[in-house]
C-alpha cells in the first residue's frame, strides 16, 4: 500500500468517526445546550404547553410557534440565582400533571398558584419578555422609526 493512499483513507475514517459521533445525540435531552440546568425532552415539552397558556395562538403565532419555552429555558439557566433555578425546576416538576392537558385547564392551574410563587413569577415574565423580543413581534407589531423621529411643531395642547 502506498502512504499516500494509506493516509487518505486515515483521512476518510476520522471524517466519518465524527460525523458518526455527531449523529449519536441523546433524544432524551432538550434541544439546546444549558450549562446550570438539565431539562429533559419531556421538561421541554411541558414547558411549551405552559408558555402556550400564557401566550396562545390567535390570528398571531403563540408562544410556541415562536419558541418562547427554549428562551424561558435559556434565561432561567443564564440569569437567575441558583435559589431562582432550583424553585423554577421544583415548579416545573410539580406542573408534570399538566401534561397534555387543555390550554383552559393549564391556565386553571395558573390562577390556582399563590401571587408570590417564584416558578409562576419566573415564567410568565420571561416568556412575556421572549414574546416583546421576537422577530415576529418586532417586525410586524413595533412600529420603529429612526432618530429623530418625525417632528410636529404646531401641537394644540388641551388645557
Do not use: W
Not at 410556541?64 to 440565582?81: E, G, I, Q, W
Not at 419578555?129 to 410586524?140: F, H
Amino acid at each position: 500500500m502506498k502512504r499516500r493512499t494509506a493516509i487518505k483513507q486515515l483521512f476518510i475514517l476520522a471524517g466519518g468517526m465524527v460525523i458518526a459521533t455527531s449523529c449519536t445525540r441523546d433524544r432524551k435531552k432538550s434541544t439546546i445546550a444549558l450549562s446550570n440546568l438539565d431539562f429533559s425532552k419531556e421538561d421541554e415539552e411541558l414547558l411549551a404547553d405552559l408558555v402556550e397558556a400564557i401566550i396562545p395562538e390567535t390570528d398571531s403565532p403563540g408562544a410556541r410557534t415562536l419558541n418562547l419555552h427554549l428562551f424561558v429555558m435559556k434565561m432561567v439557566d443564564d440569569c437567575h440565582s441558583p435559589e431562582d433555578q432550583k424553585s423554577f425546576v421544583e415548579g416545573l416538576k410539580k406542573s408534570k400533571p399538566l401534561k397534555g392537558k387543555s390550554l383552559g385547564e393549564i391556565q386553571t392551574y395558573f390562577s390556582t398558584l399563590p401571587k408570590e410563587d417564584t416558578f409562576f413569577a419566573i415564567l410568565k415574565n420571561r416568556t412575556i419578555m421572549g414574546y416583546q423580543n421576537s422577530e415576529y413581534v418586532m417586525k410586524n407589531k413595533v412600529i420603529y422609526e429612526l432618530v429623530p423621529g418625525r417632528y410636529d411643531g404646531a401641537v394644540k395642547v388641551n388645557s
